[in-house]
């Protein structure tokens, strides 16, 4: 697999929020979307600008409302200084059903040019699921996102170097994945797993439908959600350098709105302000705004967005509420068994050839198949016909047997 992989700035937390609570909540949540950047009592995040590029971009953000939760993932300091104050705040029977992680993680994005979406989860998940760390994938326009526990970091790095993927520490400069050496890791420890990781793919399915299954796992699609992943439109920002050397000293600094598409962001804050079925935002700070989203939601956005808004994905949803943070293999058994699945006679026609003519064995929807992560669920989006088929392959190996 040609991929590169660089690791973000900064560490971050995962915050869940039960639906009923969301509207308490909803004031942090568009607060960690405008991250302003002025001026502001100097122990807040704005003031700090910690987990803010120069130009107050987020490194990393996502929010995600689901049909299951609303998951946020930010820079540890939003998490602690905007939701915690907020969350301490609700009465106690309300605070104590919103999570912070307790664990911080460390974020890396992954570049795979020339690979169809199936497999690249399945290739991008099967070293660390094999190696017994747990993770979070987020699929968006442009990049993949997975998320490990900070502690294990060591443990990734070699994970997937052993695997041949190919490290960055910028994104001028790559190494090669056959000298370690030269890419310096930070100190962290890395405690084992308590239950011996498993020896192959095979043996990773089976752990993995078996645990879903004994925690009453049933995956469900919502009756007419659909989805479309899109993108912001890039903003060409001004040359700061010079704007500031052009201004007088009676004269005000440049808005943060001057560096945004306030368009897509009054499209954002106005889905959000009525709790959609389906929306997952996220900001990375080389890439434009990645948007997947129920395609009732369009008509909010107008021209600011751009990409296939014509198709129509359908999630898969995983309520993963019963499974602790620390569970693995789940993003890699899924996604492969449904590979696998894909490479099957079943969705191969009696000449040996797939719907596009192929003799691969590999059906069309693996090349739309991408995976959200959120703190307690899990979607599986794929092409309409695609999840059709993908349910009917995953309900048989989660149904519960009579005793």
């Known amino acids: 697999m040609n991929a590169q992989i660089s690791f973000l700035e900064g560490q971050f937390s995962l915050i869940h929020i039960p639906l009923p609570l969301y509207s ?3 004031q942090p949540i568009l607060r960690v979307l405008l991250p302003h950047g002025g001026p502001t009592n100097s122990s807040g995040p704005e003031g700090l600008l910690e987990g803010l590029s120069t130009d107050n971009k987020h490194g990393f953000l996502n929010i995600s409302v689901t049909p299951i939760e609303c998951s946020i993932v930010c820079h540890t300091t939003w998490a602690r200084s905007v939701f915690e104050p907020v969350i301490q705040a ?4 309300e605070s104590s059903q919103v999570q912070i992680s307790k664990d911080t993680y ?14 690249r989860v399945m290739d991008l998940t099967a070293p ?16 993949d996102f997975i998320l490990v526990p900070a ?14 993927f190919e490290f960055s520490e910028n994104d001028s400069a790559y190494v090669a994945p056959t000298n370690i050496s030269h890419f310096r890791l930070p100190s962290g420890s890395s405690e084992p797993p308590s239950t011996p990781p498993p020896t192959n793919i095979a043996e990773l399915q089976v752990r993995t439908f078996s645990h879903l299954k004994k925690r009453n796992v049933r995956p469900f699609i919502v009756e007419d959600l659909t989805l479309v992943q899109c993108s912001g439109r890039e903003i060409r920002t001004p040359d700061i350098y010079a704007s500031h050397h052009s201004l007088s000293s009676n ?3 440049k808005s943060w709105l001057e560096n945004i598409d306030p368009a897509l962001y009054c499209g954002l804050v106005s889905a959000l302000v009525q709790q959609p079925r389906f929306l997952s935002i996220t900001l990375a700070q080389d890439d434009a705004p990645s948007l997947l989203l129920d395609k009732s939601l369009l008509w909010l956005f107008g021209n600011s967005i751009a990409g296939d808004t014509e198709c129509d994905l359908v999630p898969i949803f995983l309520d993963l509420v019963d499974l602790p943070l620390e569970s693995t293999g789940i993003v890699c058994g899924v996604a492969g068994k449904l590979v696998d699945e894909m490479r099957s006679t079943h969705w191969v026609n009696a000449n040996g050839m797939n719907e596009n003519g192929d003799s691969n064995g590999l059906d069309e929807s693996a090349n739309e198949l991408s995976y959200l992560s ?8 794929l092409s309409s016909e695609g999840s059709v088929r993908a349910l009917e392959a995953l309900l048989p190996l989660l149904e519960k047997t009579e005793a």
Request: charged share 10%.
């Open 24 to 26: 308490a909540l909803l």
């Open 90 to 93: 609700l009465p106690k029977s």
């Open 106 to 119: 460390i974020i890396f994005s992954v570049s795979s040019a020339g690979m169809e979406a199936g497999q």
């Open 128 to 143: 660390l699921a094999m190696a017994g760390i747990p993770i979070f994938f987020i699929t968006t326009y442009y990049t």
């Open 151 to 164: 502690k294990d970091r060591n443990t990734v790095g070699n994970a997937l170097l052993a695997r041949g």
């Open 251 to 253: 004269q005000t600094p």
């Open 374 to 381: 959120t703190a307690r669920a899990g979607a599986v989006v």
